[in-house]
């Protein structure tokens, strides 16, 4: 496989993981869905997930069918990766599991950081997109918050909730690969 291929590959399979894992935050965290930002999400992953979701039913705020969509795009580039080795199924699946997690881990980690910085730069800023993560990383946040209420005037709970975030990154991968083992 060349490089320009393999790149474009990362990029593509990024960008789908991305758009079906942000429809699943977005639903699982109540964002508001009348945010332009929001609404060109769902425009752009409706194609996908409405037939999926004639099959496969979400349970209150959970939407199913776009965390299997993004299983599915990180399963099927795995599978082109390793050269359509079929006997490895199980595994690959698992791996895009993982995989999948990871990422959508990324996703809240990574708004957690553009939330608390903005709150630094630009406070109580109204632009849909501050808006949307602000609502995005909130259920995250208020564990934390209980936890560590504000001193001062700052908020320390990103700290908290940044450290268990990076922390699952970390183990996740690990257990998989220590559960694989079990098997070889």
């Avoid at 935050?25 to 609404?39: E, H, K, T």
């Amino acid at each position: 496989m060349s490089a320009a291929f393999a790149y474009l590959l990362e990029v593509l399979v990024g960008l789908g993981t991305f758009l079906f894992l942000a429809r699943f935050l977005l639903q699982a965290c109540r964002v508001d869905f009348y945010n332009p930002i929001s609404q060109g999400i769902v425009r752009l992953t409706d194609p996908v997930l409405k037939p999926a979701r004639l099959v496969l039913r979400g349970y209150r705020n959970i939407d199913f069918a776009a965390f299997l969509a993004a299983l599915v795009v990180q399963f099927l580039a795995l599978l082109l990766v390793s050269g359509m080795d079929l006997g490895m199924t199980a595994l690959l699946l698992g791996h895009a599991t993982v995989k999948t997690i990871v990422f959508m881990i990324a996703i809240i980690r990574w708004s957690i950081i553009i939330v608390a910085i903005a709150s630094l730069v630009a406070p109580g800023s109204d632009h849909p997109a501050l808006r949307l993560l602000d609502q995005l990383v909130e259920p995250v946040l208020a564990p934390a918050r209980r936890i560590l209420p504000p001193m001062g005037g700052f908020d320390l709970s990103p700290l908290i909730a940044l450290v268990v975030l990076y922390m699952l990154e970390l183990i996740l991968p690990d257990l998989f690969g220590r559960f694989v083992g079990l098997f070889l």
